[in-house]
């Protein structure tokens, strides 16, 4: 009976111990989605970057008016929908 009772209070004062640890600190947000929100954000970069390289291929005469509007209209939208992405994974982690 008294090691019932001893092993009962060990696992207690584990659990008290490593619940900090498990829990994270405040304000932390879960790691996976901050892996989440890290890709987001790389990819809208990425996103903008194309942007700019269709616009930088345009003045230089290498896209035609209509290739361009379609491609930066396409880009511009993923850029949007990216950025809608990551304004809710950060809104997430507000909470």
């Known amino acids: 009976m008294a090691y019932l009772i001893i092993a009962l209070i060990s696992v207690l ?3 008290l ?3 900090p640890l ?3 600190a ?3 947000q879960p790691v996976a989605q901050g892996d989440d929100l890290r ?3 790389e990819e809208l970069q990425r996103s903008l970057d194309a942007i700019r390289e269709i616009e930088m291929d345009h003045r230089a005469g290498n896209l035609s ?3 361009f509007a379609a491609l930066d209209r396409e880009e511009r ?3 949007v929908e990216l ?3 990551r304004d809710t994974l950060t809104a997430g982690s507000a909470a």
Do not use: F, K, N, T
């Open 13 to 15: 004062l584990v659990a």
């Open 17 to 19: 111990i490593a619940w």
């Open 22 to 24: 498990l829990r994270g």
């Open 26 to 28: 405040p304000g932390e």
């Open 39 to 41: 890709a987001v954000e």
């Open 65 to 67: 008016d209509e290739d």
């Open 77 to 79: 939208a993923r850029a």
């Open 83 to 85: 950025m809608r992405r």
